[in-house]
């Protein structure tokens, strides 16, 4: 094969680019994680096209590099998307050998082989391919149903006064809406009652407490006084997900807000959508990669559910791959929450991202994933890198 169409050269950076603390929680409620290590990945053909990919990353750099190790010399047309061959070495799960009549049907296995890596390395692949094509992201991967991805601020737990100083600076950027993140025994109808006064009636709020409502008889009260409210347009996963019976229960109380159900691991999707235990889903592809995820919000679709692409509060590159997946699938209708360009210290690519009326436009600014990476800006930011 030539090697025009082969991954000729990677370069890649283990960066941590901190969260703005001042709007990403309230200290007294034990402010939020300073953002975590990210690896920026930069594929290369015979060509010099070049591809990026983003992601988080808790691997040690033994490992990252065994990877990256794997990847010069390999075809293009070889790389399958879904489910990238990555692992060094065969795992259990590969095992017995290829000659063996009880060879495991790895097809089957997914959940079971998926690097951690896949995603990132997925990102770079298909944002080269992309460019390669000379089109944009979003037409590789289907076409795009709009140039524009709704998409609401965030913020952490927070008190209900600095939750005004976070609604005010949202309307300032030209969000509509907001998503946080709390806990039962948070102050939540003070804070939401702070939000309904800085906002107006028309900012809605998504409520994330990640499982930590705990059980629906001592949260139902708090719920059903939020929903009252008006202004909870979105209830997100307030239980743990293994409690579906109680997401269906609540989910019949409500008169306001929509229940939303995030689908991690991915494998819990046919369990969620057969118990009808959700109106809409959050569905990430930080572990499962792009395609996977486009596979399972085609899959919501069959079923009628709007959903949204979950966010990691990611550098820029990432974000801009998630806003053009977005914008090809046609129920990615509810509001993301691809801000982390505006609540981390950079973005680390040039190109600004632009905020209408609560969507942020799909960036365009050349083909692929439409952003242009600050390599001059990693430095700062960047822990170790690797050159092959």
Known sequence: ?????????????????????????????????????????????????????????????????????????????????QMLELHPEPTYFHKPPGNSPYSPDHARLKHRLRHPLQAVVEMAALDLLARRARVPLNVLMGGAWRDRVPTDYWMGRTTPGMAKQCVERGKALGFRG???????????????????????????VTVDPNGRFYRLDDALPTILEMDALGNMGILEDPFPRFHLDEFVAVRRRLKNARLVLHIDPPEILHQVVAARAAGGLNIDSHTQ???????????????????????????GIATAA????ASA????????????????????????FTVEDGHVLVPGDGDGIGVAPDEDAFERYTSKTWEL
């Not at 998503?179 to 809605?204: Q, S, V, Y």
């Not at 998630?322 to 997946?325: K, S």
Request: aromatic content about 6%.
């Open 1 to 81: 094969m030539k090697s025009t169409s082969c991954i000729t050269a990677i370069k890649a950076w283990r960066v941590s680019v901190p969260l703005l603390e001042e709007w990403a929680a309230s200290p007294e409620m034990g402010g939020h994680l300073n953002g975590g290590h990210r690896l920026i990945l930069r594929l290369e053909d015979g060509e010099g096209t070049s591809g990026w990919g983003e992601g988080a990353t808790g691997l040690s750099f033994e490992a990252i590099e065994a990877v990256l190790k794997r990847l010069p010399g390999t075809p293009l047309a070889s790389l399958r998307m």
């Open 289 to 315: 990669g792009l395609t996977a995820w486009r596979l399972q919000a085609g899959i919501a679709d069959q079923f009628n559910l709007p959903v949204w692409h979950g966010s990691g509060l990611d550098l």
């Open 178 to 204: 907001i998503k946080l993140k709390t806990t039962l025994e948070d102050p939540n109808i003070e804070r939401m009652e702070a939000i309904l006064e800085a906002g107006g009636p028309d900012w809605h």
């Open 329 to 352: 699938t046609p129920n990615c209708q509810l509001p993301g929450d691809q801000v982390g360009p505006w609540l981390r210290e950079a973005s680390l690519v040039k190109t600004p």
């Open 322 to 325: 998630q806003l053009h997946i």
